[in-house]
């Protein structure tokens, strides 16, 4: 490896200290802070994501890069890292500083008044602050490419190589599939899971929780789990990933799956374990956001809501339900935490019609972004959009459009890589049985390592190194067909509901 990859590392890795600090600021806004803090807390996150970016920015990194550019000699690794260190590099000096502090100042800010909004179903205490994420988003996003649209700018910034155009046209296919699925299901008689409801209280769904991380294989010397308004994963260093839940002591699958979901977040990643001259590099990090994604839903959805995996762990379960599983058998419960059911909240949809809440959001924020719409008019949209779509009536704002932290944090653009995310899980899985003879016959035997280990191998350990689409056509030998999933929902889905 060259001098100047290794100097290159060392002020990349930096960057990623203060980034992670960063992290564990916020961790702690989400967890701990007591709202007296929030005040100084943007003042703090402002202060170190300023440092961080003005890290990202050193001339010398400008230097080393040209250098490296022109030398031939450069190993399979160090070519990957240039290339994933140029392109951010680009990125962060197209950014001035003042509109990064700015950024994380109003958004620390925005989040907290988000919180009070959606407690109280307030929209309009939140409005001003949502304007001005919209506005430093399309700020940011002229910045970065004046000549492109902003929302496509934007969605790049999560996933990679994708605009509106091409999201949109998966998202076609999609939707016409799922109304289909669901059509057939809503024919059918309908799944009972009233049980689900009967309360567990807090201290025994925590114990479900660790006792799942500990199955799914969380290192919980590497990481921990607490509680917020919004479940996340976060990063605070190479060795130390954060998961958060929720307890709803009359809907503990809630917290039950909501722990999967992370957990998955998680080992994707604690897989990044890439040489020691790249950890903490860019090269260290997650490929996107869809393919983040992909992690939690596969664990969550395609494992956690299996027959074969609670054939497995149905006892221990019931074992900490505190007898709220009492004359549930595996069958019953599966069936209940699968059912289909039209809804409000995007976080507890099933998997059926867990897209058509992100195609609303999707097509929201177009006309949010494109200012076809105006922020005062979102609650209403928002109403008329889950009508279209679900056929839901929307009573109020904190079960409309307040539900999600996203648009409080200024990420907009990110809400696609959810429905991508299950997209590519279902393509993941479908390549792995193609792979891996008895693999549900594994899972029901206990056996994950060898579904982690297939992740770690095509996905986890490649780091950054290559390109969401990159990384789907290695894993799977094909570019993304949204066909799997819906082969996936209709196998599973038949099964459930004899259609
Ligand atoms: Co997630």
Redesign the pocket.
Known sequence: MREETRRLAVLDRERSLLTHIGALLGWDQETYLPSGGVEERAEQLALIEGLAHDKAVVPEIGYLLSSLEAASDLEERERAYLKVARREYDRETKLPASLVTEKAKRTSLSQAAWVEARRNDDFRSFAPHLRKMIDLNLEMADVLDPEVPPYDVLLDLYELGSDEASIAAVFGRMKTDLIAILDKILGRPQVDDSFLQRRVPAEAQALMSEDIMDILGFDRTRGRLDTTVHP??TTLGARDVRITTRYIEDCFPSSVFSTI??T??ALYEMGIELEPEFAGTRLAEPASMAV??SQ??FWENIVGRSLPFWKKNYKRLTALSRGALDGVGVEAFVKAVNKVQPSLIRTEADEVTYGLHIIARFELESDLVSGRLQVADLPEAWKAKMKALLGVDVPDDARGCLQDIHWSMGSIGYFPS?AL?NLYAAQFWVTMKDEIPGLEAGIEAGDLVTILSWLRKKIHSRGAALTPAEIILEATGFSLNPGHYTNYLEEKYSAIYGF
């Open positions: 996340f994963t979901h992370e998955g977040h983040h994604e939690s839903r959810y995310g």
